[in-house]
């Protein structure tokens, strides 16, 4: 057995910078909900303060408590705004590198690590691992329908019609 997600961890920074090329600064800042500009710097905060922490404890500890990470509450404490895009995504694309080399250092055998999340019980790493790859998956959606809607659909005329966009 492998470690899970592996693949989509390391995939993430290349995706995501393909599609932000060629976004001017303005779009990346563009909200209806949350900007591209937040979701990068949400995604840079949660990298290291998240889902690595997790898995180090979980390795390095027997049965470590962890606690949960409040994304709503670091957003309304202001904790992803006003970052500039780019930094954000550069913080971002340093830390996975690390992440993971770190996590393709471990053995098969640290899947089964386990660790207590104070709100859901007894998780283990692969759990972590594939919640890790199934978050970078969902911010990829995000960031994608936000660029649909703003470089694509205005743009599409009486296709418009046939589509509706949820940035």
Known sequence: MSLPG?????ATPEILRLLMEGLSEQDAKWKHRFSIAETLEHMAHVEGHCFRARVE???DEVNPALEPYDAEAYFKAGQ????????SFDHFEEQRELNVEYVRGLPDSAADRIGTHARIGPITVSHVLNEWAFHDLGHIKQIVEI???LQYYPHMGPFQEQYKVNP
């Open 80 to 87: 992803y705004s006003g970052r500039d895009p780019e930094d």
């Open 6 to 10: 592996l693949t989509t961890l390391e």
């Open 147 to 149: 660029i649909r809607a």
């Open 57 to 59: 404890s979980m390795v």
